[in-house]
């Protein structure tokens, strides 16, 4: 191997353990599972957030977001507990259901074409993922507006955060999850 290239990958590995520490110090607890798939897991609170479908196809009004989450005490967990935070700061919540069925053309366009890449985010817990449903399509089932987890319950499903812009830029976001002193981060890289 010539010195040019040994030099090359001396500087490459110096640069990739940077960015590991990085977002380490910017979101501890957390650990990549893939190329779109990120864990946080502390005393209090795992959660497991999937987003292969959004990461290259962000280009509309819709990020979807799969998310499995259990707890070490038991919670009820609001929607407006869940948040997604931009690159520049600022926070987006949830979408309702009245605008997410009011563009069921383009969320049901959405899923659709995201039903390929869909990760299995509940193989990263002992227990079965319930499913939470903060979204239903038309002629769905019922929505609610919280769900229950414990060290005996583990709830999962899809979140949809509707762009105030229309798209979502290229990035780092931080998919939040907050409750009571709890708190959940972990980055979620547009590309």
Same mark, same amino acid.
């Given at each position: 191997?010539?010195? %040019?290239?040994?030099?090359?990958? $001396? #500087?490459? #590995?110096?640069?990739?353990?940077?960015?590991?520490?990085?977002?380490? =110090?910017? *979101?501890? !607890?957390?650990?990549?599972?893939?190329?779109?798939?990120?864990?946080?897991k502390d005393d209090a609170v795992h959660l497991v957030a999937a987003y292969y479908y959004s990461q290259r196809?962000?280009?509309?009004? &819709?990020?979807?977001?799969?998310? #499995? $989450?259990?707890? =070490? =005490? %038991?919670?009820?967990?609001h929607r407006d507990a869940i948040r997604l935070i931009t690159p520049d700061g600022v926070e987006i919540t949830l979408a309702t259901q009245r605008r997410f069925a009011r @563009?069921?053309?383009?969320? %049901?366009?959405?899923?659709?074409?995201?039903?390929?890449? %869909?990760? +299995?985010? +509940?193989?990263?817990?002992?227990?079965? #993922?319930? !499913?939470?449903? *903060? *979204?239903?399509?038309?002629?769905?089932?019922? $929505?609610?507006?919280? *769900?229950?987890? @414990?060290?005996?319950?583990?709830?999962? +499903?899809?979140?949809?955060?509707?762009?105030?812009?229309?798209? &979502?830029? !290229?990035?780092?976001?931080?998919?939040?999850?907050?409750?009571? +002193?709890?708190?959940?981060?972990?980055?979620?890289?547009?590309?």
């Amino acid at each position: 191997m010539s010195r %040019r290239l040994t030099l090359l990958c $001396v #500087a490459l #590995a110096f640069t990739l353990i940077g960015t590991a520490q990085a977002q380490n =110090e910017l *979101f501890p !607890n957390t650990t990549e599972l893939g190329g779109a798939a990120i864990q946080y897991k502390d005393d209090a609170v795992h959660l497991v957030a999937a987003y292969y479908y959004s990461q290259r196809n962000h280009d509309s009004r &819709w990020l979807l977001i799969e998310a #499995a $989450v259990s707890t =070490e =005490e %038991r919670m009820t967990i609001h929607r407006d507990a869940i948040r997604l935070i931009t690159p520049d700061g600022v926070e987006i919540t949830l979408a309702t259901q009245r605008r997410f069925a009011r @563009d069921s053309q383009r969320t %049901r366009l959405l899923i659709q074409q995201a039903a390929t890449t %869909r990760h +299995g985010i +509940g193989s990263y817990f002992t227990l079965r #993922a319930e !499913n939470f449903r *903060f *979204f239903r399509l038309p002629s769905g089932p019922v $929505v609610s507006d919280d *769900f229950v987890v @414990d060290n005996f319950r583990v709830a999962g +499903g899809d979140l949809f955060f509707e762009s105030p812009t229309g798209a &979502w830029e !290229n990035g780092t976001y931080t998919l939040v999850i907050e409750h009571e +002193g709890m708190r959940a981060a972990v980055p979620i890289e547009l590309e």
